[in-house]
């Protein structure tokens, strides 16, 4: 099953992305003056935190189902456990998505908006991906799994909007007070807000 | 199990608050003055939308186990994947508490700010009898199932925060210029963003 290899790519990029907006956003939480706004980055994070928990069971899983050519072998209820876990992983991009875009508000300066616009721009792109994908398998195993592929975008004109654009003329956010590298470095993987946060 | 008959009546409650949420919520996102609090409120809509979707699948489950009493004649694999996803509901909890703290600081108004509040002490209490009740079960089944329990809340002294007391002198959202009842009408089971937009 060759989309395997390709959801393995897809997820194990994303992982690193969570790694590199979480040292974003931190220094975001660490120079908050209210509480409101601490609150909702934490939120934030911590919702990535969880996603990626359940990224770094899933991710493994897939490479070894990949390498050893084991997809075949899967009994039915493997099988439908295997796209369940990918359909969430589906939601959990484009909640990531959205993510990137409410953070595009908070930052005024170029390099970082390039780099959370660039993250989004890709993190569409493997979204709608595994979305196709989704599609592809639930019908090629329809006898063991009921995929819903739902799609909550639809009719919702918000995802039409340019929010790169929209957030350029936004008011600045608590980032314009705060001291950062204009790249940030990628923080290292496994770290957790709570590690993040000890530094 | 009567764990099952507990955990069922968290969830069924849940999902009652989450049609509640919706109906204050969605005003609030038809009236939005600028992208990015529309994309904010849609953002956590949508989520909740996604747990409604799991919750729909669960509780009827939960609700045939308990009835039945079927829960010793389960699989290891089905044993497993049960407590996965209530595990995965203990987050969603968590995370809906959230949702309900972040909304007080759009309202001003007491009547609403009492019935999210309302809904977030319970949640609360929700949150922590299941992350209870988990840590029986992943103990009594640790032969089948390994329960990832982390509690991404030690060490953030922002759970400790008094949300209701800190927004009270918040600035004042959108809220202040939608009209809106004082006791909002929960909205019919399994209604929509999309369905509830189109209202």
């Known amino acids: ?28 939480i660490d120079a908050a003056q209210d509480e409101h706004t601490r609150l909702y980055y934490h939120h934030i994070l911590e919702e990535e935190e969880q996603r990626m ?54 930052f005024q300066d170029d390099a970082t908006r390039q780099v959370l616009d660039g993250m989004r721009e890709k993190t569409h792109e493997d979204y709608l991906h595994v979305k196709e994908m989704m599609a592809t398998l639930s019908s090629r195993f329809s006898d063991v799994y009921q995929a819903d592929l739902t799609d909550h975008d639809e009719g919702h004109d918000i995802h039409q909007v340019d929010h790169l654009k929209a957030s350029a003329s936004a008011p600045h956010g608590v980032a314009s007070v705060i001291k950062h590298s204009p790249a940030p470095t990628p923080a290292k993987k496994g770290l957790t807000v709570g590690s993040l946060k000890g530094k």
């Open 1 to 28: 099953m060759q989309e395997i290899s390709q959801l393995h790519a897809i997820f194990d990029r994303t992982r690193g992305y969570i790694n590199r907006f979480m040292g974003i956003i931190q220094p975001i």
């Open 53 to 106: 928990g359940r990224l770094q069971e899933l991710i493994p899983y897939l490479e070894s189902l990949a390498a050893e050519n084991k997809t075949d072998k899967l009994s039915d209820r493997e099988l439908s456990q295997m796209l369940s876990d990918i359909n969430l992983e589906r939601f959990g991009l484009h909640n990531f998505r959205e993510h990137l875009e409410l953070s595009l508000y908070e």
